[in-house]
Structure formats: C-alpha cells, structure tokens
C-alpha cells in the first residue's frame, strides 16, 4: 500500500524547505502590525483591508516560488531583466501615461504598470552579476562601469519625475558597488563634489522638488500647502507620547489630518495611536529583518549572493529610514511607502521578492562558483 501519510509529510517538507523561518516571522510580524494600522487608518466601511490581505497573499506565493529559484537561475536573469527594465523605462519616456504631473505608467490595455519598480530588484542583480563576472580582476574601471549601469535607469526615473524610487533604485546599486570593495577616498571625493554640484543640482530641480526641501526647513511657510503633510504627520507623531492615545482612538488619523494615512503615512497613524513605545518596537522588528538580511549576505557562498543579499538588505534599511525621516520631518516628502506596512499591491510584491532571494540565498549557499 502507498505510504500516504508519508507522501504528505514528504510533500509538506518539500513545500517550506526554501523557507527562513526567521526571516519569514519577523516580516509576518511587521505586516500583521501594518495590516492592523491600514485597518485603523481605513475602518470607516471601505474595503482596503481586505484588498491589503489579498496583496500579501499575492506577495507570499511570490516569495514562495523565487525561494524555489538557485542563485545561478537568479544570475542568468540579470541581463534580460536589466534590460528590459531599460526598455520599459525608456517606453515610459515616449509613450507613457501622465497622471498628476507625473508620467510613471505604461497602459497595458487592462491594467497599467510602473516599470521602474522592477529596477528595485534588476538593478541590484545587474550589478551583483557584473562585479562576480569580474571578481578576479577588479580594477577602477569595472566601477565606472557599474556606475554607468547605475546612472543611466537612476535618470531615466528621476526624469519621469519620481525622486523617492530614483533615490531607493540608486541606493540599491550604490549598496552593491560599496560591498564591491570602493574605496573610501572614492566615497569622500563623490561627497565633495556632490556638495560642490549643490547649486547646480539645485537649479535642475523641479520646482516641487526645491518647494519640499524649503518645506523641510521651515513648513509653516506654506502651513495648507506644501507644508501640510509635514505640520500634521509631526502632530500626529507628537500627540502620541509614550504610550500613545490607544488603538482607533488616533484624533489626528480620523478627523482626517494625516494626509496619505494609509499609504506614506501610515507611520504617522501607526505612531500616534501607539506612542513612543510602539515606535520602538517597530524599529526593534526591523532591526530583527535587516539583522537576518546581513546574516545570511555574511554567510553566503559567492560574490553575487552576497553582494545581492547585502544590497537587498540595505534596500529595506533605505525604505524604512527615508520613510520614517520624511513623516517625522527630517527629511523631504518624496513618496516612499513603509516597507511591509503601507497599502499597495506592487511595492509589496517586489519586497517580497526580495525576501524570496534572500531564503533562496540561504537554502542554496552550498552552490558552486562559476
């Protein structure tokens, strides 16, 4: 007779044999804390949460098959996902669709998708693939180059204009060409001349952009305007204290102040209803994420996972900094969602993906060089 029992717990095994466990808990922590908060910012009858859930579903079976992947299938699709991030990148350029003055979009006809949230991903594979290819014979060159790859999609982005995925796209390939080995001499002289470029930069600008970083200094400039979501996201952070004013009971959240309460300000939401103490135990969890990210990125077995992994790693650091900075008032508003938390289908999908090549990282670190 067939072992059935046995043929289940076989296929059970070979269902959650990708999975970090660690890994998996800690990001299930932060969305069961994110899934609460979008109900709170939301409860007045609409069906966000529910929409929410089914995009975490959507994410886990993502996360569940790239797990599935070896870094070599990930390696081998570097070049074609690159490039066609370029193309759908510069497809955008020419034909995209503009909504609230910014083209970011191609219709699909029955749906339309943002291309550059696929250089989250493809740009540190690209990049990963290139410095492991190169790994014998690292000269400054092969950091121009990669330099090059970085610039160009970095650009591309910020033209649509959409500074907040530029600045996360960039960070994700700075964080590999920095685990690449670039020197510090390198990183100090770019510093300076960034500083230097500073009036330069300044005047290439848009002038929503220069408007939001005058707003970071001084909000009460334009208290109903650029300066709202600054002035009210602050109050809502504040009128927390310690301990928070208790779950639903968020003032500024629903007498409806916090502008973008379910998506780039959740965090607002998330602290005024659970105060100073929330905050850390949120910062705690991701932490416990970026922590495990960098173990498993110390503890792989090649070049490319390891450089994929520390910059995916740093990429959630980069989320969840830029957004917490931006609604408690240090850094401008450059629309950047909080990383397993905010409302939204794609940002999540591709977060997961991340995870996903992290436990596939993890699982298959016994793999052969090439």
Known sequence: MIDVLGVLRHGGRQVIAHIDFPLLLITLAIMAVGLSTVYSATYDGNNRLLSQAGNMGVALVVMWFVARLRPQQLMSAAIPLYALGLVLLLAVFLFGIKVNGAKRWLSLGFTRIQPSEIM???????????????????????????????????????????????????????????????????IIGLIAAGAAAAPLLWSMMHDYQRKR??????????????GYHIIQS???IGSGGPFGKGYLNGTQTHLE?????????????????????????????????????????????????RLLAGAITLGFFAYAFINMGMVSGILPVVGVPLPFMSYGGSALVMLFLGIGILMSIHTHRMMVKK
């Open 120 to 186: 989250k991903i493809a740009m540190p594979l690209m990049l990963a693939w290139y410095f492991h290819k190169y790994e014998a014979s690292l000269r400054a060159r092969h950091f121009v180059v990669a330099a090059l790859l970085l610039v160009i999609p970095f650009g591309l982005i910020a033209k649509q204009p959409d500074l907040g995925t530029a600045l996360l796209v960039g960070g994700a390939g700075f964080f590999v060409i920095f685990f690449a080995g670039l020197p510090w001499k390198v």
């Open 213 to 226: 970083i005058l707003t970071l200094i001084d909000p009460t400039t334009d208290p109903l305007g650029s």
């Open 234 to 236: 602050t109050i809502a």
């Open 257 to 305: 102040f916090i502008p973008e309460k379910h998506t780039d300000f959740i965090f607002a939401v998330y602290s005024e209803e659970w105060g100073l103490l929330g905050n850390a135990l949120l910062v705690f969890l991701y932490t416990l994420l970026i922590g495990r990210g960098l173990m498993i990125a110390s503890a792989a077995s090649t070049l490319f996972s």
